[in-house]
Structures are given as structure tokens and as C-alpha cells.
T-cell receptor, first 113, second 117 residues
Framework: DAGVIQSPRHEVTEMGQEVTLRCKPI?????LFWYRQTMMRGLELLIY????????DSGMPEDRFSAKMPNASFSTLKIQPSEPRDSAVYFC???????????FGPGTRLLVL | AQKITQTQPGMFVQEKEAVTLDCTYD???????LFWYKQPSSGEMIFLIY??????QNATEGRYSLNFQKARKSANLVISASQLGDSAMYFC??????????????FGTGTKLQVIP
């Protein structure tokens, strides 16, 4: 079975540009999570969807960040405009019914110059 | 306040020996869950083991076991017979409730384990 799929795997962009990260959760999973990982702050939950509805977005840093889940098989995390401090690895994870077992995608390594 | 504390930023263990990675947590909830994830140098996050707060037995998964001491609020990961492939970052995490009956997971800062041949 395919795991969580994220694209792109690597992204290098210039400050001020729009960045869109994509995630396809595991089929049948109804919860989807976006995380950001940095050396300084560790692994932070940005936003959590359940049945395509955002449940908790308290971790979204600021208005420059937005996330959508138009259907059960696709989600996007958008940064506009991007800043160097947004450089991090962004993970998408999904789970079925409970939060106990989240399966992570391979991550997107973002570098904003 | 820190909800998950991992006090060992780095650990070394000899191959084939056992190692314990420490994790303490803070919660006032009666129902919660604790997990461990492994992150090798390739970057992916791999789920290892889960312990529910009401589980009486310590969770085990192959060479991994979770030493759950509820009164001490600790959930240490024990890896038996360490292998070179166990070298990685290890994250402890806790499930905590959100309003509306939903839950989310908070991660600790991680412990980097290096297995020495």
C-alpha cells in the first residue's frame, strides 16, 4: 500500500515567492496533520484536519500560512510570501479514526533564500 | 510549560547492548496516550510503539518496549540488542485532548542515539 505522499521533496525559492506544498494521505484515513520541523523548535503541529475540516490551526505561524483540504485525498500548505525563517522540513501525516498511529510522509525540505 | 521532556540530547550504546531513552510527560488528563517515533538520517518519521494511559501492561513491539510508570509520569523506551540501524533520532510524544472531542499529539525534542560497533 502507498504511504503518505508529499511533493515536492525539495524546494528552493527566493524570499517573497509563493510556496505550495502538497500531500496525499493514506487512503481511508480521515485525519491529516501538517508539521514543521526545525533545529530550534523541533517538531511543531501547524494544523490538523478531520474529515477535511480544520480542527486546530493554532500552530499556524501567521497569516502568510494557509492550508486547505478540498477532499479526502489531497491537502495543500501554502506560504505567501515566503521568508528565510520559513526554511524547515514540512511533514504531512495521516491517521485512521484515532490519533494514536500517525503515518508520516517523507517530508518536504524547504529552503527560502 | 513543556509537556514532553526528553533530557538526553544524545546517547551512545554498544552494538548488541540494551539502551533506555528517557521521557517524562505532564498532563492532568486521565486518558492520554504516549508514543515513540524514530527518525533516521534519511528524515522519515517511523512509528515504533504506543502506550495508552489505561493499559496495565507495558507495550512491546519486537525489540522495543515502553517502560510506563504512571505515578512518575515517565514513558521510557527500551531498545534491546541494539543494532547499527538503530542509530537515529528518537521522539517521545503524547496525545492530548482538544475541544470537541478531538485530540492532537505533542512531540518532545528528541534524543539522538548512536550505536557503536
Amino acid at each position: 500500500d502507498a504511504g503518505v505522499i508529499q511533493s515536492p521533496r525539495h524546494e528552493v525559492t527566493e524570499m517573497g515567492q509563493e510556496v505550495t506544498l502538497r500531500c496525499k494521505p493514506i487512503s481511508g484515513h480521515n485525519s491529516l496533520f501538517w508539521y514543521r520541523q526545525t533545529m530550534m523548535r523541533g517538531l511543531e503541529l501547524l494544523i490538523y484536519f478531520n474529515n477535511n475540516v480544520p480542527i486546530d490551526d493554532s500552530g499556524m505561524p501567521e497569516d502568510r500560512f494557509s492550508a486547505k483540504m478540498p477532499n479526502a485525498s489531497f491537502s495543500t500548505l501554502k506560504i505567501q510570501p515566503s521568508e528565510p525563517r520559513d526554511s524547515a522540513v514540512y511533514f504531512c501525516a495521516s491517521s485512521f479514526r484515532t490519533v494514536e498511529t500517525q503515518y508520516f510522509g517523507p517530508g518536504t525540505r524547504l529552503l527560502v533564500l | 510549560a513543556q509537556k514532553i521532556t526528553q533530557t538526553q540530547p544524545g546517547m551512545f550504546v554498544q552494538e548488541k547492548e540494551a539502551v533506555t531513552l528517557d521521557c517524562t510527560y505532564d498532563t492532568s488528563d486521565q486518558s492520554y496516550g504516549l508514543f515513540w517515533y524514530k527518525q533516521p538520517s534519511s528524515g522519515e518519521m517511523i512509528f515504533l510503539i504506543y502506550q495508552g494511559s489505561y493499559d496495565e501492561q507495558n507495550a512491546t513491539e519486537g525489540r522495543y518496549s515502553l517502560n510506563f510508570q504512571k505515578a512518575r509520569k515517565s514513558a521510557n523506551l527500551v531498545i534491546s540488542a541494539s543494532q547499527l540501524g538503530d542509530s537515529a533520532m528518537y521522539f517521545c510524544a503524547m496525545r492530548e485532548p482538544l475541544s470537541g472531542g478531538y485530540q492532537k499529539v505533542t512531540f518532545g525534542t528528541g534524543t539522538k542515539l548512536q550505536v557503536i560497533p
